[in-house]
C-alpha cells in the first residue's frame, strides 16, 4: 500500500485504492484528495456525497462513502 498520514492519524492511498470511507470533518471531498501519494493523477473533481451518502469519482471510478452519518 502507497500511501502517507494524515493530520488525523489515517493513512491516505492514492486513487487505486478505490474505496474511502469520509467523515463529515472531511468535506468537502475532492479526488485525487491533497493528502495522496498520487494528488495530481488526474483533474481535482469535487464530489457530492448528499443524499446516497456515496460518489464515484468520474476520472478514476474511486468510490467515497460517508460513514459516519449511518445510524
Known amino acids: 500500500m502507497n500511501g502517507e498520514t494524515t493530520g488525523n492519524g489515517e493513512t491516505a ?10 467523515r463529515t470533518q472531511d468535506l468537502p471531498i475532492s479526488c485525487p484528495m491533497p493528502n495522496t501519494s498520487d494528488w495530481n493523477a488526474h483533474p481535482r473533481v469535487y464530489l457530492e456525497l448528499a443524499g446516497s451518502g456515496e460518489a464515484l469519482c468520474p476520472y478514476c471510478g474511486t468510490l467515497y462513502v460517508l460513514i459516519d452519518d449511518k445510524v
Do not use: G, N
Open 13 to 22: 492511498t492514492s486513487c487505486a485504492e478505490q474505496r474511502h470511507e469520509i
